[in-house]
């Protein structure tokens, strides 16, 4: 018996090794009209009751923040090269003192070819941009102070 595989199933073969070589959760990808969504949970791990636990993430696209004296810190929810707009000749998504809603996308990080739009999931104002145009970022990295609005 042959097996043929259809192009969307190569695909989502694919996908689920990249995830796996790079330990990935989630990846989101845009092709036209073809839409691809794969999310996994993230794997248990045991910590010593002594140890404090870690929160739960809500999601790999939502940006982690830290409460400071001065505000909070977006920090990226992945490595990835960081950009400020959508293309080197458009305006930067936000800048220093701009207000955006929690939809906003406020920058992009391209991991894998895959350009991932990061919003900060609550209304803010931007402080401080913390990262250069275009430079390698990596899981966890501030990338923008804020305060909440």
Not at 33 to 43: C, D, H, Y
Not at 87 to 95: L, T
Request: net charge negative; proline share 10%; glycine share 4%.
């Amino acid at each position: 018996m042959s097996e043929d595989k259809s192009p969307s199933l190569q695909l989502l073969n694919e996908v689920c090794d990249v995830m796996d070589d790079r330990q990935l959760t989630e990846v989101y990808l845009r092709d036209g009209e073809t839409t691809l969504r794969v999310r996994r949970e993230s794997p248990t791990v045991s910590v010593p009751p002594s140890a404090p636990q870690p929160a739960p993430s809500s999601s790999v696209s939502m940006p982690s923040q830290t409460d400071l004296e001065d505000g909070e810190l977006i920090k990226a929810p992945m490595p990835g090269v960081f950009y400020r707009s959508a293309a080197p000749d458009e305006p930067f998504f936000v800048n220093e003192g701009d207000n955006v809603s929690g939809e906003d996308t406020i920058c992009l990080i391209e991991a894998m070819k895959i350009f991932n739009p990061i919003q900060p999931g609550f209304s803010c104002q931007i402080v401080e941009v913390l990262v250069e145009n275009e430079t390698v970022v990596e899981y966890d990295q501030p990338l923008f102070l804020i305060k909440k609005t």
